[in-house]
């Protein structure tokens, strides 16, 4: 099936809406890790303090990342240091949805790539998350997993999967609904379409497996994803508008809907300036979901 993106990449002040003041937002996210330096590196936090260690893991694994993607280019001759989505993003493109998410060609044989960064950014959000007093005094518990799982919908009468390595979640483990889902992708020599693609379907399984679990009465819809590309973080935002929704289910067909997908841009985290502003969009994401205020339909049924 192909489906017509429209993409833009916009600061992520537009992207999400802020719920706090701008004196408390960020307050959170600083890190011992840029104490001596605005690039961190391994060397310089290798002893954390206890009473200062929240970010310790998830620089860890971020090293850890770095140096596999550093072993690989050596290995392979890929330049994996630029890859942010703004070197790759087209303001419309037509993709074809493949049945299965996870069979992009050349992805499965860099699964352990992929893998590694959804760990990444299951540690950081997940730091940052229990880091935000005011968020952790809501009703509604978020969860954080880094187990595939795959959701099924159809489409035109074809069966569709998609494969999330890993998300936000709300609601029990056994039919858990997620809230962010967590991609990667790596570049591959000259072929950058498993971005979109990846993207896209992770988009369409969990807009499905939310719509699934919610009444007729549904909102417009907003669909998050945070990723990576190479070695940049980034948030998309698939924007879903009821009409859409309701046009597809109708004529079980998407092919002549484009759909707008929003992007901040990529995110070197070990770059301070980088770090902070990828750390304070993520906060605003959190609060943003767990306001009771946003186009998530799945958080408010939990929250009601």
């Not at 072993?71 to 074809?96: C, M, Q, R």
């Not at 595939?148 to 029990?172: C, K, M, N, Q």
């Not at 962010?180 to 979109?196: A, D, E, H, M, Q």
């Amino acid at each position: 099936m192909s489906v017509t993106i429209h993409s833009q990449i916009i600061d992520y002040d537009s992207l999400i809406p802020r719920i706090v003041d701008d004196e408390s937002e960020g307050d959170e996210t600083s890190s011992l890790g840029f104490k001596h330096s605005d690039i961190a590196d391994e060397n310089g936090t290798h002893h954390w303090p206890e009473d200062d260690c929240e970010f310790e893991l998830s620089f860890t694994y971020l090293y850890s990342h770095g140096a596999d993607l550093e072993a690989y280019e050596g290995i392979e001759g890929n330049n994996l240091t630029d890859t942010g989505v703004s070197h790759v993003l087209v303001s419309s493109e037509t993709i074809t949805l493949p049945r299965k998410s996870w069979k992009i060609p050349g992805r499965e044989q860099h699964r352990y790539f992929i893998n590694s960064q959804c760990t990444v950014t299951r540690l950081l959000i997940e730091t940052i998350y229990l880091n935000l007093e005011d968020v952790k005094k809501k009703d509604l518990n978020l969860q954080f997993i880094t187990t595939p799982r795959d959701f099924r919908y159809t489409i035109g009468g074809t069966r569709y999967a998609s494969r999330l390595e890993g998300a936000a979640i709300v609601g029990p483990r056994a039919k858990y609904m997620p809230v962010i889902s967590f991609t990667g992708v790596l570049v591959c020599g000259k072929s950058l379409n498993g971005f979109p693609v990846e993207t896209f379907s992770a988009m369409l399984g969990q807009l499905a497996q939310n719509l699934r679990n919610l009444s007729a009465a549904f909102q417009d819809q907003d669909v998050f994803v945070v990723g990576f590309h190479g070695s940049y973080l980034h948030i998309a935002r698939g924007l879903f508008s009821k009409d859409l929704i309701t046009r597809v289910l109708a004529q079980e067909r998407l092919a002549h809907e484009p759909v707008g997908l929003e992007l901040t841009r990529g995110y070197n985290l070990c770059f301070k300036k980088d770090w902070l502003e990828a750390t304070q969009a993520l906060s605003r994401l959190l609060r943003y979901l767990l306001s009771g205020k946003s186009n998530v339909d799945s958080i408010q049924k939990f929250m009601a």
